[in-house]
């Protein structure tokens, strides 16, 4: 798909004594270096020479104005920002790759619209990943419903802007504040510039899934409509080992980990590799999606990542990436995909040429737990769904995403659903809580 020339729109409400901040939407990250664009979504974090994470020189930062333009425009004293965890999925080297593999283009239905916000220097203050999108696919926040309804009283709903790192249900910040503004006044400039994107584009409504609670909150305080889902994650209490997780559990639970985990590794001789950085090889790459293919077609019938999205992610992210692989005979029978963070490791893809029982929760909930305690991160997050994560020591998460819906009595009808799915979700999540596997108080 050819690139068009980003658009830049002066902020309507900048001061008139010639201060310039500027909404620029972008066509393709290719539009902005990764340097620029990682200052915000990855603040105080950057790759050294040979890919591994580490912190970055904030000497740069440590000498900017104390206010920055932004700042003074909205009137907003600059204000120290809490440190910030590394998501590999808000970095340029992931969103870029999904672009430049064709994976999240025009094409796809997933055309790039990203929104920069910069001063008259040309630094960027904050960003937002964005899409203008012509289904609902591959987001797992479902609006198929709403859509259906607003067809059916005779209005469009596509195209819509959505706001998250596509394919990917992972919790992070979409609204990429940096450090040299305050968090609120950005995230109210980047919010009110997908309205206007919004309204230019013809689009129905704006979409921001997977959100941080923060933001969560401020949009909702800026008129966006608030949602909730529910996820399971597994939280790092401190723990030396496995059998030291396992030793929170109750009896019956830990009993049934040990025997799942054993029939798992002992049939027909199968070994675990955990790979990652520089012993990551295409070969790795073809094996895995082999079982990536097999298994999305007999989910989403098309999967949407292709084979070159993971060479580029390679090339880029290897340090930040671990494959999970199941070996028997000497060749590879099953993977699970997950990505590293500074905090958390992110459970993605899991895919097989070969049932073995169990192995699906060794590979995907268990080593993922062994591989978190032996980096010391403090969670794990298994991707969607699924309440059969819980007796596996993976607690119902709440997660957050505020919709902006331009026709009155969609939006009205939106909100009505929503306040009762909030407190659905919530009861679910309490209910399940109640049979978590760690043992009871007392």
């Known amino acids: ?80 920002h809490e440190e910030t965890p590394y998501n590999p999925f808000l970095s340029h080297a992931f969103l870029e790759a999904l672009e430049a593999a ?25 960003a937002v990943p964005a899409y203008l999108k012509s289904h609902s696919q591959g987001e797992y926040v479902f609006d198929h419903s709403w859509a259906d309804a607003f067809y059916r009283a005779g209005g469009d709903y596509y195209p819509k802007l959505q706001i998250s790192v ?70 790092n209490n401190g723990y030396e080992s496995f059998e030291a997780f396992l030793a929170d559990l109750a009896s019956r639970k830990r009993k049934a980990i040990r025997k799942e985990r054993r029939e798992a590794l002992s049939a027909d001789g199968i070994e675990v590799e955990w790979v ?61 995909l997950n990505f590293i963070g500074s905090e958390t490791l992110f459970g993605r893809h899991w895919g097989c040429c070969e049932h073995h029982p169990f192995l699906h929760f060794e590979l995907c909930y268990y080593q993922a737990i062994d591989f978190a305690i032996a980096r010391g991160l403090k969670r794990v997050e298994a991707g969607a769904q699924g309440s059969h994560k819980l007796a596996r020591g993976y607690l119902p998460t709440t997660t957050y995403s505020a919709h902006w819906i331009a026709h009155e009595g969609l939006h009205q009808a939106v909100a009505d659903y929503l306040e009762q799915e909030r407190f659905a979700v919530q009861r679910e999540n309490a209910a399940l809580a109640e049979h978590a596997p760690f043992k009871k108080d007392g």
């Open 166 to 235: 596509p394919f990917t249900p992972a919790t992070g910040r979409r609204f990429l504040v940096g450090p040299s503004i305050n968090r609120e006044a950005g995230l109210q400039a980047l919010a009110a510039g997908l309205v206007q994107v919004c309204q230019k584009s013809g689009a129905s409504s704006v979409h921001a899934t997977f959100l941080t609670k923060p933001e969560w909150d401020g949009l909702g305080d800026l008129g966006y409509l608030r949602r909730t889902d529910q996820q399971f994650h597994w939280e």
């Open 276 to 336: 990652t950085g520089a012993d990551l090889t295409e070969a790795h790459w073809d094996a895995f999606y082999g079982f990536y293919m097999d298994t999305g077609s007999r989910k989403w019938g098309r999967p949407y990542l292709n084979r070159k999205f993971f060479s580029l992610i390679n090339e880029r992210l290897a340090e930040q990436t671990l494959l999970v692989m199941a070996k028997r005979d000497g060749r590879y029978v099953a993977g699970a």
């Open 102 to 126: 064709g994976c999240a283009t025009n094409a796809t239905g997933w055309l790039p619209r990203h929104m920069l916000l910069e001063d008259a220097e040309g630094n960027v203050l904050g």
């Open 1 to 80: 798909m050819s690139s068009s020339p980003p658009e830049e729109t002066k902020d309507p409400d900048a001061p008139a004594d010639g201060t310039t901040i500027s909404l620029r939407i972008l066509s393709s990250l290719k539009d902005v270096s990764a340097d620029k664009w990682d200052t915000v979504a990855n603040p105080g974090w950057q790759l050294d020479s040979v890919g591994k994470l580490a912190r970055a020189d904030m000497t740069a930062c440590a000498n900017q104005p104390e206010r920055s333009e932004l700042a003074d425009a909205l009137g907003i004293l600059h204000s120290e």
